[in-house]
């Protein structure tokens, strides 16, 4: 970055004022585009007795960021980030999980429908040198969710110096469906990060700014400045925001995406659309098309605050290229189309006449409804069988990314409206406009635990780290007496 950029940033600050608030802004740099996207490689796994194991060992590594430098980081099996885990709606699996990082972490499937003892969350502390094996049956749509650490108050440095992957789910719908599939080739994982560096080592740095660490440099699956060849007319691109704190939106220069799927799978139609907003913690898959020849550049935009001027909009103020596609002289046709039937999709609905809960949830600073994060707190229980509306809204002038354990949720409205179509299917996670209400349903369908909770929490990673996070359990009535966590006495 030139200092004279660096420079002409400090004036416009200083002219606006906004320096006076004490925030730091990082303005992205653009390399560029000279190196191979690299995509993330498919987990082996082995079946047994009707049971496909994975295994992830986590580690600390070296990896070379070209025009960067050599800098230690971590990863799953490998230096940087970690396989792509990938298996069919009713399989049974099992991940062995081995900790060879030095430090305690654990491992969180994010998106995931599982027994809460099997989520991975701050009470599944694996020690170093010791192996965990959580297994659960795959029991939701097609879709694409992520796995990364969990540890309380250092869930951002742990996903930050490269521990996170992608769990890629298949079912009969997605099978069924005419969509580029073939991983790496016309169905890319895009893992989206931004970094710090210093002197080319990754630079973990709280450096004060509210919403976390904000890079100047967005790596793609790792990569620094990258690009994709593009074979087929049409691609598929799994978007994961997996930064510690920064908004994108997505773009095109010159065409739309068809947005297909949000974080836990299909829309009900595709939906053509010129920019996906991502949260951290929040997917989209898209299919894009080129045209032979060309090369193009997917956009990271501005983030519309719905004319909230905020300096700080989670990193929301750049706009920069993020990765360039260069499509073949020749293309191979990809089929027409088809999607998933809305029909198919019917058994996992939930519908809003069944509610019988309502809870309420205001985050501001690092509270969620004025308590921090406490290990040995149970803020919420559910019953099995229930279906629940959830109230959120963040009441400070800072957006927020709320994101809940175990459930796939759908958007009822908001601020009193229907969401917009982009918005209308599963979600886990959902960007928080300050000042806005979000009604979400969602249904606890099963996996009874009084003594182990979920989380719901922040995607901001450092809010999360420092307080904005809560427990849920989910219990059978009559088990009541029995919520609380035996692990933590003696704590
Ligand atoms: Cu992706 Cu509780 O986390
Ligand atoms: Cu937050």
Redesign the pocket.
């Known amino acids: 970055r030139s200092s004279k950029a660096a420079a002409v940033v400090a004036l416009l600050l200083a002219a606006s004022g906004l320096t006076a608030c004490g925030i730091s802004t990082s303005p992205v740099t653009e390399h560029e585009f000279v190196n191979e996207l690299a995509v993330p490689p498919l987990a082996e796994s082995t079946v047994e007795s009707g049971v496909r194991t994975f295994q992830l060992t986590a580690q600390k590594g070296i990896t070379d960021f070209p025009g960067i430098g050599e800098s230690e980081t971590w990863g799953f099996n490998g230096a940087f980030l970690g396989p792509t885990l990938r298996a069919t709606r009713g399989e049974k699996v099992a991940v062995q999980v081995d900790n060879e990082l030095g430090r305690p972490t654990s491992v969180?499937w994010?998106g995931m429908h599982l027994p809460a003892a099997m989520d991975g969350?701050p009470h599944q502390m694996v020690e170093p040198g010791a192996t965990w094996t959580p297994s659960w049956t795959v029991d939701q749509p097609a879709s694409t969710l992520w796995y990364?650490p969990?540890p309380h108050g250092e869930t951002e440095e742990h996903v930050y110096r490269g521990l996170a992957g992608m769990f890629i789910l298949d079912d009969d719908a997605s099978a069924a469906a005419s969509l580029p599939n073939e991983y790496g080739v016309d169905d890319l994982p895009l893992i989206v990060q931004d970094k710090k560096f210093d002197d080319g080592e990754l630079e973990y740095d709280r450096n004060g700014s509210e919403p976390g660490i904000l890079g100047d440099t967005v790596l793609v699956n790792g990569t620094v400045g990258p690009y994709a060849d593009v074979s087929t007319e049409r691609v598929r691109l799994r978007l994961l925001n997996g930064s510690t704190a920064r908004t994108y939106t997505f773009a095109f220069e010159d065409r739309p995406m068809t947005l297909i799927a949000t974080d836990g799978g299909f829309l009900d139609a595709p939906l053509s659309q010129e920019r996906v907003r991502l949260a951290p913690?929040e997917r989209a898959e898209v299919v894009v098309t080129f045209e032979p020849g060309e090369t193009v550049r997917l956009r990271s935009l501005k983030t519309d605050l719905g004319g909230i001027v905020v300096p700080q909009t989670a990193g929301g103020n750049d706009e920069f290229d993020v990765i360039e596609f260069r499509a073949a002289e020749k293309l191979t046709p990809s089929p027409e189309p088809s999607w998933p039937a809305a029909k198919d999709a019917a058994a996992d609905e939930v519908h809003e006449s069944e509610a019988s809960v309502t809870r309420e949830f205001v985050l501001n600073t690092r509270e969620i409804n004025g308590e921090e994060m406490d290990m040995s707190r149970i803020d919420e229980v559910a019953y099995v069988g229930d279906t629940e509306v959830w109230n959120v809204k963040s009441t400070q002038p800072i957006p927020h990314s709320f994101?809940i354990?175990d459930v796939q949720f759908r958007i009822l409205s908001i601020d009193g409206k229907a969401p917009p179509p982009e918005l209308a299917g599963p979600k886990d996670t959902i960007y928080l406009q300050p000042n806005v209400d979000y009604r979400l349903l969602m249904r606890f369908e099963d996996y009874a635990d009084p003594a182990i909770p979920y989380?719901y929490?922040c995607?901001m990673l450092m809010h999360e780290d420092e307080g904005m996070m809560g427990q849920f359990v989910v219990i059978e009535r009559g088990q009541e007496g029995e919520v609380g966590m035996p692990e933590m006495e003696g704590h």
Do not use: A, T
């Open positions: 969180h994010h969350g990364h969990h913690g994101h354990h989380m929490h995607h």
